[in-house]
Each structure stands twice: as structure tokens, then as C-alpha cells.
């Protein structure tokens, strides 16, 4: 049995517990949540980091290794996750569920201490962060940023959402841009943090057998020294509902590869996770792309061996699908009209009834599976968090169990081909 209660701990401060006795863990979170914007991002991203090597109490990584492995081998990792337009700032751990521990061990009381101590205590010098450990950190988000490359299936992806919203925030990258985290100094990256502490809403999480109420008690005790601004800072999103007048953009990109990455993205005329036809977006995906009974897996890759693979995801905050493929340089042309032509039978209707079941058995399985991955849960939270929505995974499914035939076409038929990506190689 899992139950969700959500408290406004503080103006701007909200926690969702999970109260669950399935499993031996119990998980804690605390993210800040800021509006995704070129200027700060690389900046923000620091922040956990270098938050990460040391606080007041436990100075650097092995002092704070030491208190963890005292809390019966505990973790607590910092993060940076991108959820629409918002980027998402902070920390995930997992400790032995209070149910598992020795009577008396205060497992719980000082996991959550320590959260909130990395979050709001760390170790400074002259009133700023160590800038040794800035440097560091600096250094390992360069070389993450550069790491982009080494993935091409994501690059291709992650090129395309740059290119498609490039005039709008979700073009931004989760991390930043090289430039920008080089330009970032140590007094800069203190004065980037203590405002948002003071202006950023802070979503807190605990999953485990802990009962609410105690779990409010104890995170608003740890956090009730947090600094709070008078105005906290907006992280709302924004969904273009269509591409407009112009033909799709074609971007064509050389890099030293064997296979070429062909990625399309399209706007779904405002279909997203706010909107009551979400859920006929979720099923549709699953027919065109998400799934493997769909018709570009079943067809484009299987059938006519066009692509290495091919599949489609949704953008759910930004009203955007897009389809990823891997192909010859050769069969670009023909891979690339026979994505739109499987889209074509959707918004025809050519979808059997073995094709939409298998696909809605996919989907409900998968939400419906959510509560049986403690790191599952807390993605999925923090995502409703961000939304501002309370919808349980349980609840979602039962909307998409209710989607029509009908409303699968119509959601095809809004959607509009925005951009197209292609990278091949270079010609020697």
C-alpha cells in the first residue's frame, strides 16, 4: 500500500511524502527549482557540486563519506535535471528504512539533517565557497559538457531540441554551454547560490515507511533555517502550440561517423502534460514510436530495414514529440519520408485494434510499474512537482484506459513537423 501526502512546509517550500512499507530504503530529496535561462545555467549547475565536496560539520569528501558510511553505508548524490523549462537543483539519497535499523539509531532524523546541512551549511572561506573546490568542479562539468559528443544517439537529440527552441528557454541545455561555466568565478558562484536560496521554490521528498506527519515534522525542523525572499522566483513554462507559416528548417550537421543520426521534432498543437488530451498523447506515441508493437519499430526498422532503430518520445512539458533514428548516410531520403508516412496512417486511422491495445497495455503497464522503483517515484514527483499537478501514476493510467481510437487520430492529426536534424559524416 503506497499513499502521497503533499505539505507546505514554508511560503515556497513543499514536501511530498511517499509513506510505503515495500521497500528496505527510504529515499530523501531537496531540489531548488529555477527558471532555465542561458546566463545562469552553467551556473546553477555548479551549485550542487561544489555543494557536494564539504559543509560546516564534514569539510571535505571524506569526512562526509565517513558520515555516511555511519549511517549504515548511505548515499547522497547531488543533481541537475532539466523538467520543461525549469531546471532542477540538488540532492537524492538513499539510507536503510528506519523499519530495517536498530531501535533508537535516529537513521531517519540524521539522513535529514544532513541533506539539509549540504544544502545550507556548506564549508566557506572569507564568506565564499573553497575555490579549490570550485576549480574542481568547474573542471568536471567542462569535461561533461564536452562529453555530449561521445554519445551520438543523445547528441542528435540534444541538437535537435537546440535547434527547434532555439529562441526559447528549453533550448537552453541541462548543464550549460562550455563558455559559460568557464566564465563562472568562485564569488560569482556564492552570490548565484545564496539568491537562490533566497527566491527558489524547494521541493522536498521522502519515500520510505516513516509516517507523514513525521516526515513533515522532521524536514521542516532541518530545513527552518533556509533563507527565504519576500517574491520567489516563477518557473512556468511555456508551449508553443504550432510551428506557424514556414516549412520545416533542415539542419545538417558533419561529424566523423560511421552511421548517420536522423532526428525530427514536432509540435503538438498543444497537447502536454497540463492538458486533458495528455493522455491520448501518451497512447499515440506509444502507436507511431514508443513502444516496440509500434509502426516505426514494426515497420521502418523491421520490415523495411531503413533504420538501425527508430522510435519517438514526448517532450511532456513542452508540447513536443520527437523520433530518433539511426541510418545509412544513403537511405537518409527514404528513412525520412517513411517516418512521415507512418505518421500519415495514423491521422488516416490505419490503426488496428491489435496495434492500439498492445500499445495502451504498454503505457498503463509502465505507470502502472512506477511504484516499484523507488528512483522511478522520485522522478516521477519531482515531474508533478514542477507541473504543479498531484496526479498519481495509478490515476494517469486509468485516463489513458479511457482513450478513444477517436482521440489518438485526432492527437496525429495535430501534430506539425517542425525541425529536422541529420548528422553524417564527413566526406573524405
Not at 539509531?105 to 544532513?114: K, N
Request: hydrophobic share 35%; aromatic share 8%.
Amino acid at each position: 500500500m503506497l499513499s502521497v501526502t503533499q505539505y507546505e512546509l514554508f511560503p515556497g517550500v513543499r514536501l511530498t511524502a511517499v509513506h510505503t512499507k515495500k521497500f528496505k530504503s527510504t529515499v530523501l530529496g531537496a531540489q531548488l527549482l529555477a527558471p532555465l535561462d542561458r546566463r545562469s545555467a552553467s551556473r546553477n549547475a555548479l551549485v550542487p557540486p561544489v555543494l557536494r565536496r564539504g559543509t560546516l560539520r564534514h569539510p571535505d569528501l571524506e569526512s562526509l563519506t565517513r558520515a555516511l558510511d555511519e549511517l549504515y553505508g548511505g548515499a547522497l548524490d547531488s543533481a541537475v535535471r532539466k523538467k520543461g523549462e525549469v531546471q532542477c537543483l540538488g540532492f537524492h539519497g538513499s539510507f536503510l528504512d528506519e523499519a530495517y535499523a536498530p531501535k533508537g539509531s535516529g537513521i531517519l532524523e540524521q539522513a535529514t539533517e544532513l541533506l539539509s546541512e549540504l544544502l545550507l551549511r556548506p564549508v566557506t572561506e572569507k564568506g565564499g565557497f573553497l575555490p579549490e573546490y570550485v576549480e574542481g568542479e568547474r573542471k568536471n562539468l567542462i569535461e561533461q559538457i564536452r562529453a555530449r559528443k561521445n554519445d551520438k544517439r543523445r547528441y542528435a537529440d540534444f541538437r535537435l531540441i537546440q535547434e527547434m527552441c532555439a529562441q526559447e528557454p528549453y533550448g537552453v541545455a541541462r548543464l550549460g554551454d562550455e563558455g559559460e561555466a568557464r566564465a563562472v568565478t568562485a564569488q560569482e558562484l556564492w552570490s548565484g547560490y545564496e539568491q537562490l536560496l533566497r527566491t527558489s521554490p524547494l521541493e522536498l521528498y521522502c519515500c520510505g515507511s516513516a509516517e507523514p506527519e513525521r516526515m513533515a515534522e522532521l524536514f521542516s525542523r532541518a530545513f527552518a533555517a533556509l533563507p527565504r525572499g519576500e517574491r520567489l522566483t516563477e518557473c512556468e513554462g511555456s508551449v508553443r502550440l504550432h510551428v506557424g507559416d514556414q516549412a520545416p528548417r533542415v539542419v545538417e550537421e558533419e561529424l566523423d561517423v560511421t552511421q548517420g543520426k536522423l532526428s525530427l521534432g514536432f509540435r503538438t498543437g498543444g497537447a502536454c502534460i497540463w492538458e486533458e488530451s495528455y493522455p491520448a498523447l501518451l497512447l499515440f506515441n506509444a502507436v507511431y514510436g514508443g513502444s516496440t508493437t509500434s509502426k516505426l519499430f514494426l515497420n521502418v526498422r523491421e520490415r523495411m530495414s531503413l533504420c538501425y532503430y527508430a522510435s519517438s518520445a514526448i517532450e511532456k512539458f513542452k508540447g513536443i514529440l520527437r523520433v530518433s533514428s539511426g541510418v545509412a548516410f544513403e537511405h537518409y531520403g527514404q528513412a525520412r519520408d517513411e517516418i512521415l508516412s507512418q505518421l500519415e496512417q495514423c491521422r488516416a486511422g490505419n490503426i488496428s485494434r491489435e496495434e492500439l491495445e498492445g500499445a495502451r497495455r504498454q503505457v498503463v503497464g509502465e505507470l502502472m510499474t512506477t511504484s516499484d522503483s523507488q528512483s522511478a517515484l522520485e522522478n516521477y514527483w519531482l515531474g508533478q512537482a514542477v507541473a504543479g499537478l498531484s496526479e498519481t501514476p495509478e490515476e494517469l493510467a486509468r485516463r489513458v484506459e479511457q482513450v478513444t481510437l477517436e482521440q489518438v487520430v485526432e492527437t496525429a492529426a495535430s501534430l506539425e513537423l517542425d525541425t529536422i536534424y541529420f548528422l553524417k559524416g564527413k566526406e573524405r
